[in-house]
């Protein structure tokens, strides 16, 4: 439907709330005192009994009280957390109540879980009149404001159908500088931008914030089809019970960056997914499958997982939930996002060792719910010192466990998962990866569906592309050799000629060359029967790329194009290469060849009495040499791991490194890796992946995947 007035969307809209779980008694041009006083009388309502308010109603003052508080808190990062706390204290004046006067009390505001029930309710405002913040300044009037329990905690802006839905974002952004949403609005944690054929919806970034567009979400439906008429919008993201569980349960206060997020749709449909499958599990079965959930890299699966566990503790239908990390490194990294998420009463449990996480899991003690701790860690729980024994497992067995997997296409294929359910075999496992093990790319006769169960919830790289979510890829093929020379030495070999002139000179060896030159196409396929069918590059020898001329040219690239792939040096790289070999002859004809690029190489460390095992012992020698002369560090052999996690920190400009774009001779140009640091890691920091090796299925997406952070990027596959 069209609307070429914005008035009459308006009330159109107005009357489909009313049918979506909002009150029928619009509230029209309230001042803020107005929106004061309608609040006093809510809170009196629902806190009138003897042990809060006495029967006798909030003064004046004491509404005042409250509105200092909400100043003080100031943003909206805050105020989520005063919301969601469900009470709030004043100090009665009040001398009609006798029981209290002069003491303080506790005023229960808003609780999450009374959700279209117990004592919510659900106004809706229009015209709000906002007071300008300077007497020059015009007062504003807003559109639509939504009240839950009388707290103003949705800003809706409209438009009509001939005006882009950026203009009301535009609007809200324009209030926001002028300062309209201070005092009582303060509180208002989601705004919408809305025209009848397009809808965006974002946080409050605050008065301190900065509005950014690439956190303006469209809504989506369980199948990621996006839903831009305003009457789905009306019926799904602003309708009762949404509106109530987007505030209460898909709002994300992160403390590590200070900024209040909301949840794009298809975390909501996980995070929902994954809490609906733990409340109706059969505690009593073992080996229970929980399922998994497809969400492609960059798109937000550490707060997936972090909200699905919030909300199985929230609901009391687990004892405890488990994060399970497959490094420990990234354990460490997920410990310090979930601690940003989490909510002020909330605690998120560290294991330093393997006594403590066994203390943690036999703990009856609320604080000790949520744990993150590494898959290694957890499977060596029976065989190191301070592990389990027989007593610890039946108190473990005992107890509603959920394990969140991360990262379930790697490690979770191996043998520490199956020591892990073994031991917990009353557990349910529920895992998120953004390239699962399907049939086609099995592992030891498993896939992602059986080791976890059905997929819960998909969000795939197609998915996350178009909805720009994450960054498209943008590869390019670098011929080290001429497509011509190759089909020529591919034909002489199938022929069995040594020269052209034997091929052509022999009939049957002449019909052979031919089709190998003209026919044959230059990538396999496969046909219309599922056949593959073979090109050209897979009658090719892989010694045909690991000899020098292949080698130079691919050094050749890399040296001639850096300084542009790079964006001036701003940029950092990474090669991957087939072999630990590979790896350090690169590493030094690179740093023959332009020996000003700052690289290193990263690789397993391990020395083993396998050949060439003193060629692999030098290379790692001279590189980590060369690392500690570069960077002025110390590092060794033994302390191997130390120096991956410098690499990595300097990589993603994070501790100690995290300003590192200002010293750029302490930035690493180019990382040389053979397969670690191309899953799990990201980083804005990386543009450009190098690839000189043969890679399907999850791993090429993976390693593709570490570049999709950055704007400016490209893949060089050689």
Not at 295 to 307: D, I, R, V
Not at 399 to 412: G, L, N, Q
């Amino acid at each position: 439907m069209t609307f070429t007035k914005e008035s009459e969307f308006e009330e159109a809209l107005l009357l489909a709330l009313t049918k979506k779980g909002w009150e029928d008694e619009v509230i029209k041009n309230p001042t803020e005192a107005d929106l004061l006083k309608n609040w006093a009388n809510i809170l009196f309502e629902n806190n009138r009994d003897i042990d809060r308010l006495n029967n006798a109603p909030l003064t004046e003052g004491e509404m005042q009280q409250i509105v200092e508080q909400i100043t003080a808190l100031r943003t909206p990062l805050k105020l989520n957390g005063f919301i969601n706390g469900k009470t709030v204290a004043i100090k009665r004046d009040n001398p009609d109540d006798k029981l209290h006067f002069g003491k303080e009390i506790s005023l229960k505001i808003y609780d999450r879980h009374e959700i279209a029930a117990g004592q919510s309710r659900y106004q809706i405002v229009q015209q709000p009149r906002f007071k300008s913040k300077s007497k020059i300044l015009n007062d504003r009037r807003g559109d639509i404001l939504l009240l839950i329990n009388g707290m103003p905690l949705i800003h809706i802006e409209l438009k009509n159908s001939n005006v882009a839905v950026s203009q009301a974002a535009y609007q809200i952004e324009n209030y926001s500088r002028s300062g309209v949403f201070t005092g009582l609005f303060s509180l208002v944690q989601v705004f919408v931008a809305m025209q009848p054929e397009e809808t965006v919806y974002f946080a409050n970034p605050g008065p301190d914030g900065k509005f950014n567009k690439d956190f303006y979400f469209h809504w989506a439906d369980f199948n990621n089809e996006p839903k831009n008429n305003w009457n789905d919008i009306v019926s799904s993201l602003i309708s009762i019970p949404m509106a109530h569980q987007l505030i209460g349960f898909y709002t994300v206060p992160d403390d590590s960056d200070g900024v209040l997020k909301v949840m794009r749709s298809y975390q909501y449909f996980a995070a929902n997914a994954i809490s609906d499958k733990v409340a109706k599990t059969d505690w009593k079965s073992k080996h229970a499958l929980g399922g998994f959930i497809w969400h492609t890299t960059g798109s937000g699966k550490t707060m997936t997982s972090f909200k699905s566990a919030q909300l199985i503790a929230n609901s009391k239908d687990a004892d405890k939930v488990i994060f399970l990390m497959d490094r420990i490194e990234l354990g460490t990294q997920s410990l310090k996002e979930y601690r940003g998420f989490s909510d002020e009463k909330e605690e998120i449990q560290a294991t330093e060792n393997t006594s403590v996480l066994v203390t943690k899991l036999k703990s009856n003690d609320p604080a000790n719910t949520l744990i993150v701790t590494s898959i290694q860690k957890m499977s060596n729980i029976n065989d190191e010192e301070g592990g389990l024994n027989a007593h610890d497992i039946e108190i473990m067995n005992s107890k509603r466990i959920v394990f969140i997997v991360d990262e379930a296409h790697r490690s979770t294929f191996g043998d520490m998962l199956i020591d892990i359910k073994n031991t917990f075999s009353s557990a349910i496992f529920f895992g998120f990866t953004g390239t699962p093990i399907l049939e086609e790319n099995e592992k030891k006769l498993n896939t992602t569906a059986t080791v976890f169960g059905d997929e819960l919830h998909r969000y795939s790289i197609a998915d996350g592309i178009r909805d720009k979510n994450v960054l498209g890829f943008d590869p390019y093929k670098i011929l080290t050799y001429k497509d011509l020379d190759l089909r020529r030495a591919v034909a002489l070999e199938q022929a069995r000629a040594a020269d052209e002139e034997e091929a052509l000179s022999d009939p049957k060896k002449k019909v052979i060359f031919n089709k190998f030159m003209k026919l044959v196409k230059m990538a396999g396929h496969i046909d219309s029967n599922d056949k593959n069918i073979k090109g050209i590059e897979d009658y090719i020898a892989t010694a045909q790329y690991q000899n020098d001329i292949h080698k130079e040219k691919v050094v050749e690239d890399i040296t001639e194009n850096w300084f542009r792939l790079s964006d001036a040096n701003k940029f950092h790289g990474i090669f991957a290469t087939s072999s630990i070999n590979e790896a350090i002859d690169y590493y030094r004809l690179i740093k023959r060849v332009k020996p000003a690029l700052k690289i290193t190489a990263l690789f397993d460390p391990n020395i083993d009495n396998n050949e060439g095992a003193e060629y692999k012992e030098d290379g790692l020698v001279e590189i980590i040499e060369d690392y500690n002369a570069q960077y002025k560090q110390d590092f060794t052999l033994a302390t191997h791991a130390k120096f991956k996690k410098d690499i990595a920190a300097r990589l993603a400009h994070k501790a100690p490194h995290q300003r590192i774009e200002k010293t750029p001779e302490a930035q690493i140009d180019l990382l040389i890796v053979v397969n670690q640091m191309l899953t799990g890691f990201d980083s804005k920091w990386i543009n450009t992946l190098y690839l000189d090796k043969l890679m399907e299925y999850e791993n090429i997406i993976q390693a593709f995947s570490r570049t999709i952070c950055c704007d400016l990027f490209a893949m060089q596959l050689f």
